[in-house]
């Protein structure tokens, strides 16, 4: 539900795969780490572990009953057994939410060469740029930064490569009079809708509709922004909804520091940063012409609607933005309508997880 895993437990990767989805990149964490170690399939994996380069390396270099350990927190191990690594270098995990924009083209770079193998992708060459201008495709910068998967439509658009890589997935499509800055990748089955403007490092997950403006922003799966609006050095969990011309704002008017919600402390504190823009929970929707504060988290499950400004942090299951908390039966039968939509079915797990989360939300208020 958006949140970063505080669990210092190690999981298998199958759990990996079902429960934890957070994307570093345009795909799950638990996805690659899953590709990652196909021939170590007994290996566990602390769920903010990130698959990048340096871990996948560590990690694929334990020998079968070794574990790796840092700071007394056990990270990664391979199979069963109290072989500690000596020596071993310090992990990179995911430590916040914002950390999921922030190291977005780090995410995507680092899964390239894998993506090009689970998506099929075709690189495109230079001797093809002036074909694609014929059709309306105008690409700035090297070609071979373009990659496409089976099934991909990009009708007339202009792609800026200079910056990185923009990749297309299978089935994915962009609509006509869109412009694309790289870094950007647009996932399975995925629509960017006329006219949006796109500055990398941007991700879209699987199945979702974009549109308006984007800066720095990660979508995760089966999540629509299908209208105008501007959204910047933002996260949207999955299932999410923001209705037309909902914005946030990333950056203060003064240029100052940005006061973020600590769940720990239950209050704003300042972390250094000068962008953030919107942290929005699983399943969670807005109202048409919502603005969003600058660094605003909003919870799983909740309906932003109201006369004012949402405040900077909504607790998950908020119904509107004065304090009232939203049926969980409710809850649950809109997200199975949404989710039937994309002929998905919840699961008992899924929603073992969501009355899970409701009680502890009403038992601590």
């Known amino acids: 539900m958006l949140e970063v895993p505080s669990s210092p437990?190690?999981?298998?990767?199958?759990?990996?795969?079902?429960?934890?989805?957070?994307?570093?990149g345009v795909r799950s964490i638990a996805n690659q780490w899953q590709e990652c170690l196909q021939a170590?399939?007994?290996?566990?994996?602390?769920?903010?572990?990130?698959?990048?380069?340096?871990?996948?390396?560590?990690?694929?270099?334990?020998a079968e009953g070794q574990h790796w350990t840092h700071q007394g927190e056990r990270v990664a191990q391979c199979g069963?057994?109290?072989?500690?690594?000596?020596?071993?270098?310090n992990p990179d995990m995911l430590k916040e939410a914002p950390d999921l924009f922030e190291r977005a083209e780090e995410g995507l770079q680092g899964d390239l060469v894998r993506l090009k193998l689970a998506w099929r992708l075709r690189t495109l060459d230079e001797e093809e740029r002036?074909?694609?201008?014929?059709?309306?495709?105008?690409?700035?910068?090297?070609?071979?930064?373009?990659?496409?998967?089976?099934?991909?439509?990009?009708?007339?658009?202009?792609?800026?490569?200079?910056?990185?890589?923009?990749?297309?997935?299978?089935?994915?499509?962009?609509?006509?009079?869109?412009?694309i800055r790289a870094p950007f990748a647009?996932?399975?089955?995925?629509?960017?809708?006329?006219?949006?403007?796109?500055?990398?490092?941007?991700?879209?997950?699987?199945?979702?509709?974009v549109g308006g403006e984007l800066s720095n922003v990660v979508?995760?799966?089966f999540s629509n922004k299908a209208h105008s609006g501007f959204l910047g050095n933002s996260v949207l969990g999955s299932w999410c909804n923001l209705g037309a011309e909902t914005t946030c704002s990333n950056l203060k008017n003064t240029y100052g520091e940005i006061a973020e919600w600590s769940e720990s402390l239950g209050a704003l504190q300042g972390r250094g940063r000068t962008f953030c823009g919107l942290l929005m929970g699983d399943h969670s929707k807005s109202a048409i012409h919502t603005a969003f504060n600058t660094a605003t988290v909003i919870g799983a499950m909740c309906n932003v609607f109201g006369a004012s400004m949402p405040p900077k942090h909504l607790p998950s299951f908020s119904w509107g933005t004065e304090g009232d908390v939203h049926d969980v039966?409710?809850?649950?039968?809109?997200?199975?309508?949404?989710?039937?939509?994309?002929d998905v079915v919840m699961t008992p797990e899924e929603e073992s997880r969501i009355r899970a989360a409701f009680a502890e939300r009403v038992g601590a208020d």
């Not at 437990?9 to 570093?24: K, S």
């Not at 170590?40 to 334990?62: D, F, M, W, Y």
């Not at 647009?186 to 509709?209: A, N, Q, W």
């Open 9 to 24: 437990d190690l999981y298998p990767l199958n759990v990996l795969r079902e429960e934890h989805t957070l994307h570093f």
């Open 40 to 62: 170590k399939p007994h290996t566990l994996i602390h769920p903010r572990l990130l698959p990048s380069p340096g871990n996948v390396a560590v990690v694929l270099g334990l």
């Open 130 to 179: 002036d074909a694609w201008a014929r059709v309306g495709v105008i690409v700035h910068g090297p070609m071979e930064r373009i990659h496409l998967a089976p099934g991909a439509v990009l009708r007339d658009a202009t792609l800026n490569t200079e910056g990185g890589d923009i990749v297309i997935g299978p089935d994915a499509e962009v609509m006509e009079g869109c412009r």
């Open 80 to 89: 069963e057994g109290s072989l500690d690594l000596e020596g071993g270098p």
């Open 186 to 209: 647009l996932g399975e089955g995925s629509t960017l809708r006329m006219g949006t403007l796109i500055y990398g490092p941007t991700t879209v997950g699987s199945h979702c509709k």
């Open 329 to 342: 039966e409710r809850g649950l039968a809109t997200a199975r309508k949404v989710m039937a939509r994309r």
């Open 219 to 221: 979508i995760h799966d």
